[in-house]
């Protein structure tokens, strides 16, 4: 099995790599097209600004090539996010595979730090990504945006109000949180993901 990861101008890629390599996978990091279109399965992971992010993917073209993949693709955090039709960092127009709006966060009171950081619990969860014993599960996020819990909300979580902690839509997947990050949950997600 062919796992390509998107290389982009986003930090946090190698965490992906290492976690796929611990479960027996050597995936390749490319921005090659046609590597792209021919991998069984896509991750576009990272940790970045939406802006510049979108304006690099667009430089080489990615943003077209994303949208088209017919195999599994799987956003991570700024991954994921970016796969919303809007990101109101930097008021950036994304890729729209998702048809939602990414907000920033505000702080409702004194203790409501940004950005969201640290280990949080998965609620509501369904389809192939998570496994009914997944519900209540802590996972690790990174955030000061979020996805509005919306009708292709496979997980939820809840930071000042409940956010999109997973999104799916046809072959594409994604999560706000680190599943590469997340210990055996996050191992049990990517396994999953494997398996489609």
Sequence with gaps: MMIAIIKYNAGNIYSV?????????????????????SADKVIFPGQGEAESTMEYLKSRRLDELIVNLKQPVLGICIGMQLMC???????????GIFDVEVKRFVSEKHEDKIPHMGWNSLMNVKGELFSVDLENEY?????????????QTVAVADYIQPFSAALHKNNFYATQFHPEKSGHVGEKILKNFLKL
């Design 17 to 37: 790599d290492y976690a796929l390599k611990r479960l027996g996978i050597t995936p390749v990091i490319t921005d090659d097209k046609e590597i792209l279109q």
């Design 85 to 95: 039709k809007f990101s109101e960092e930097g008021n950036t127009p994304c890729l």
């Design 139 to 151: 996972v690790y996020f990174v955030h000061s945006y979020y996805v509005p819990v919306n009708r």
